[in-house]
Structure formats: structure tokens, C-alpha cells
């Protein structure tokens, strides 16, 4: 039996943007399977993780569309140790050979674990705040999300939870929701 080239690729996916997709793709034309790891999973109706676990889980199966065949999503709570954090997060996934991350820190931890860590590639004015902030200002976030996921976030009042926490957090400066 053929031993899989599986990487691992963290983020908060909040929410889940044409960035990630992107590189997703560049991971799977590398490696034969992604594991997806939602980090932060229990975080959720705040201005920077405003959606839950569960929700993230289905952004990234609807946005990866056929893609999905080849991955794996797994949400990992945060824990009070960073240093232990690599160890946690490998508990819960299937072995990999490399982790992806622009994170600094989480390639640093990974790399004292003896994992070998790589930059993700990047899709240029693509990021979760830019994504939340156009939701909250009522701009053009739509085109930065796959289709798919545009219409899930409607369907579970997304746009609606991200104005009213970002309105919440505007009359309650520095105060975290």
C-alpha cells in the first residue's frame, strides 16, 4: 500500500476566503492529502472569530468543493501552552510531513518538535480581517469568499453577526468580545 503525502495547513478560517483556497491547491499539487486544521475552535461571536467551529467545518467543505475528497478538517482548541500546542495539534491529526503557516511562532514550535515547516502562498489583499471588515462596512467582501461560502454566510445571517459585533466593539473600545 502507497504511504501518503499528507501537509498540514492551520488557520482560523474566519471565514473561509479565496487565500485559503488558493492555498489549499498549491498544498494538494504538492502532496497527496491536506489536513485542515481550524485553530482557535473555541472562539466563536467575537470580532475576530465571529463564527463557530461547526460553521468554520462547513465553510471549508463547501468552499473546497471536489477538493474535499482529499482532506481532512479538524477543529483544535487553543491551550494555555504554546510550547505544547504542536504536540496537541498533532495528537489530533493523522501524520503529516510539513506543516504550512506564515506564523512565525507556530513554525518555530512546530520546527522544536522536529517538523519540518514551509511558508503557505499567499493571495495578495486576501485576508479574514479584510474579508470581516468589508462585511461589516457593507463592502465587497463577496468576491474575496468562493461562491459556495458566500451563500452559506447568508444562510446562517453571517453579515448580520459580524456588523453587530463590530458595532459592538466600536462603542466598547479595547474592550474584547
Excluded: C
Amino acid at each position: 500500500m502507497k504511504t501518503l503525502r499528507r501537509a498540514l495547513f492551520i488557520g482560523r478560517f474566519q471565514p473561509f476566503h479565496n487565500g485559503h483556497l488558493y492555498a489549499i491547491k498549491y498544498i494538494l499539487s504538492e502532496f497527496d492529502e491536506v489536513v485542515v486544521v481550524i485553530a482557535a475552535a473555541q472562539y466563536n461571536y467575537t470580532v475576530e472569530n465571529p463564527f463557530t467551529a461547526g460553521e468554520r467545518v462547513e465553510m471549508i467543505k463547501r468552499g473546497l468543493g471536489e477538493l474535499y475528497m482529499r482532506s481532512y478538517i479538524i477543529p483544535v482548541d487553543n491551550i494555555p501552552s504554546n510550547y505544547l500546542w504542536p504536540r496537541h495539534v498533532l495528537e489530533r491529526t493523522p501524520r503529516i510531513e510539513v506543516v504550512f503557516s506564515n506564523n512565525k511562532l507556530v513554525q518555530e514550535l512546530f520546527e522544536a518538535y522536529g517538523v519540518t515547516t514551509k511558508n503557505t502562498p499567499i493571495l495578495p489583499g486576501v485576508s479574514g480581517t479584510s474579508v470581516r471588515r468589508l462585511m461589516a462596512e457593507g463592502g465587497d467582501w463577496r468576491s474575496l469568499v468562493p461562491r459556495s461560502v458566500v451563500d452559506f454566510i447568508e444562510e446562517i445571517r453571517g453579515v448580520e453577526r459580524v456588523k453587530t459585533l463590530w458595532g459592538l466593539a466600536v462603542k466598547i473600545p479595547g474592550e474584547r468580545l
